[in-house]
């Protein structure tokens, strides 16, 4: 299940709906030896990770109309996200984590973490009371430069009883992470991702409320990067232009024998040199 957000409370309501249809599905499969379990992570697009179309035989997917990735390809992959596949760092994460999944427990990435303890700040908004349980490092192959990773769930139990023989395990043994310590998990989880260079995600509470503290850093330092490969997009076109212009025709050649279109990808060549 592939969900865009632009605030805290479509967020957590998604994630307590997510965890609800876990419970309600699993209950249906429970005459069989089947049942249900849950992994949730976030993911930012277009940087550092991207969306492709997916690849089929009625059109081409190797070259585009718009080298540069534009707003009209990301709301078309918001309204379809089953036509494509979606590539990055933050996707691989995502699937490394879920091993740790179980009916019991929704598995959660760090940043998902940070988001939803923000969500309990604003539970008045948000309408979110998870408790997010934080037990454990773990190293994951490619993820963080294999360094130990937190392993975070949200509680899905199904058995009442079971939750309460958890509980006092938890809390007997010292695993337990009640509400009050989630200030500390929000300060950890922040300079971990801020470590290890994973970009941290923010969302305002309510829909149309301005993002508290701007964009995030590391979409400002692409939207300048974009920027900057557009000025130079539009600086090839226009040498193609001028070219083009002067040339007779495209079947034309130079007295050397190199044909038109020798010349168009010399120049594109020569262009893509200027900084």
Not at 62 to 67: K, M, Q, T, V
Not at 114 to 131: I, P, R, V
Not at 224 to 243: G, M, P, Y
């Amino acid at each position: 299940m592939l969900q865009t957000h632009k605030s805290s409370t479509p967020l957590s309501l998604c994630i307590q709906s997510f965890i609800n249809t876990l419970k309600i599905y699993g209950e249906v499969l429970k005459p069989t030896t089947l049942s249900t379990k849950g992994n949730a992570w976030v993911a930012s697009f277009p940087t550092p990770n991207c969306s492709i179309r997916s690849i089929r035989d009625d059109q081409n997917n190797i070259h585009s109309e718009n080298d540069l990735p534009n707003e009209e390809q990301e709301i078309a992959v918001d309204r379809s996200p089953s036509q494509f596949d979606f590539l990055g760092k933050g996707i691989d994460a995502g699937f490394r984590i879920s091993k740790n999944s179980n009916i019991n427990a929704v598995t959660v990435s760090p940043g998902l973490g940070l988001l939803l303890c923000k969500c309990l700040y604003q539970k008045e908004n948000t309408k979110f009371d998870l408790n997010i349980k934080f037990n454990e490092v773990q190293e994951f192959k490619g993820v963080a430069g294999n360094s130990s990773y937190p392993v975070l769930y949200l509680e899905s139990f199904r058995d009442q009883k079971y939750a309460e023989l958890q509980k006092k395990q938890h809390d007997i043994i010292g695993h337990s992470s009640p509400h009050n310590q989630c200030g500390e998990i929000h300060d950890y989880l922040k300079l971990f991702l801020e470590y290890h260079h994973i970009e941290i995600p923010k969302l305002p509470t309510l829909h149309n409320t301005r993002l508290e503290g701007g964009e995030p850093d590391f979409y400002q330092d692409y939207i300048s990067r974009w920027n900057d490969e557009f000025a130079l997009s539009r600086k090839q076109d226009n040498i193609v232009e001028q070219t083009s212009d002067t040339t007779p025709s495209k079947s034309s050649t130079i007295s050397q024998g190199i044909t038109y279109n020798d010349l168009i990808q010399a120049i594109t060549h020569a262009a893509n040199m200027i900084k």
